[in-house]
């Protein structure tokens, strides 16, 4: 019986875990945008006093984006895959660092928007998305011809605004997007008011 949530990774089979390794290096998908999640976990906590089994069997990622996801549209819309697992600490940092940089998960975005394309807001447990962001122009100049060639298409253009209209028509994005320029405004005023205090 399969006590836990793992699949292996491109095959849709039930992973079997060899518990003499370290740990693995999972991707956790959200099956509604396709936004994903690249870290690692061990098998075992390793004290002084005792080995204690991690929560590995009901783990869901560590990204506090991607378990409000999970609470809002629910687990069985996720799919959970292990990549691969490894034998010790140190290869399982490497790999997991690997992964992360391989797919580029703080810079790459989801197809046809700005949306980052995954959950991960650093690599390796160190290194940040920046919080403010250089682009190449040339690089812009490209992404801004390809952006032109795909309106061009009609179906293309179609498909993007029955998306949006789809996104718009949930109650809950509606109400965040009113509230956001009173949020902002609220915001001004503690800041101006902080100001005359000084």
Known sequence: MVDHHWLQVGSGKAFVPDLDKFGFVYI???LHNGKAYIGCKQYIFYSRLR????DWRTYTGSSKWLNEDIQKVGKKHFKFE???EYKNKRS???YELYYQMKYNVLASTLEGSDEHA???SRVGGKFYRPVESYED???RKKLSEKQKKRWEDPEQRKKQSEKAKKYLSDPEVRKKR???PRNKLGQFAKKRKKNERR
Not at 51 to 54: F, N, P, V
Request: hydrophobic share 30%; charged share 25%.
């Open 28 to 30: 956790i998908t959200n």
């Open 51 to 54: 080995e204690k089994e991690s």
């Open 82 to 84: 292990i990549i691969a």
């Open 92 to 94: 399982l940092r490497y």
């Open 118 to 120: 995954y959950y991960n």
């Open 137 to 139: 122009p040339e690089w």
């Open 178 to 180: 009113s509230e956001a």
